[in-house]
T-cell receptor, first 116, second 115 residues
Framework: GNSVTQMEGPVTLSEEAFLTINCTYT??????LFWYVQYPGEGLQLLLK?????DKGSNKGFEATYRKETTSFHLEKGSVQVSDSAVYFC???????????????FGQGTILTVHP | GAVVSQHPSWVICKSGTSVKIECRSL??????MFWYRQFPKQSLMLMAT?????????EQGVEKDKFLINHASLTLSTLTVTSAHPEDSSFYIC???????????FGPGTRLLVL
């Protein structure tokens, strides 16, 4: 079956530091890959996505590249801010067709804390 | 675009009562919506898949008679927690799947406290 593995957290950084959160996946076919962010007490917000190999998703300074050869979708940001403190979820959407289309498989989430 | 709302955002109820949570896709139609439960500092646990015009599909271990799901239109799904007990207290999050975007969009969540 499909699975997503994220790096263990929590991650604590100083403001303006470089961020990497690793994400690897196992899936059949050609899934789409997502990063969602959850701020305290809120639902999940879509941060970025990529639908095919070598696609790069980007938003708000965050980037992730769909690497089929390494089955990875690592999240990066060059300079984090205090406001980036949140929980980040990597997720996989199985390719179209068949049952369970539309269902996401989530990683366990990574807590990021950024200090001034 | 792609906004999903949930109502209420907070609810406190007495043990034994029922609580209904609404999930709406505001600017797109969603034939499929999902209901999740999230415990503190944990990932989301999928409870059920809600399909417009048909019965919901529940994940293993989720009591369908306790968590009633209705998906009466392409923009509205409801989750009713029947005969709620303190152990049902949790953060419930819905999402709506946009087929055009091939993306799930999430609501802001509903925090339920059963006394």
């Amino acid at each position: 079956g499909n699975s997503v593995t994220q790096m263990e957290g929590p991650v604590t950084l100083s403001e303006e530091a470089f961020l990497t959160i690793n994400c690897t996946y196992t899936a059949t076919g050609y899934p789409s890959l997502f990063w969602y962010v959850q701020y305290p007490g809120e639902g999940l917000q879509l941060l970025l996505k990529a639908t095919k190999a070598d696609d790069k998703g980007s938003n708000k300074g965050f980037e992730a590249t769909y690497r089929k050869e390494t089955t990875s979708f690592h999240l990066e940001k060059g300079s984090v801010q205090v406001s980036d403190s949140a929980v980040y979820f990597c997720a996989l959407l199985k390719s179209a067709g068949g049952t369970s289309y539309g269902k996401l498989t989530f990683g366990q989430g990574t807590i990021l804390t950024v200090h001034p | 675009g792609a906004v999903v709302s949930q109502h209420p955002s907070w609810v406190i109820c007495k043990s034994g009562t029922s609580v209904k949570i609404e999930c709406r896709s505001l600017d797109f139609q969603a034939t499929t919506m999902f209901w999740y439960r999230q415990f503190p500092k944990q990932s989301l646990m999928l409870m059920a898949t809600s399909n417009e015009g048909s019965k919901a599909t529940y994940e293993q271990g989720v009591e369908k008679d306790k968590f009633l799901i209705n998906h009466a239109s392409l923009t509205l799904s409801t989750l009713t927690v029947t005969s709620a007990h303190p152990e049902d207290s949790s953060f419930y999050i819905c999402s709506a799947f946009s087929g055009n975007q091939e993306t799930q969009y999430f609501g802001p969540g509903t925090r339920l406290l059963v006394l």
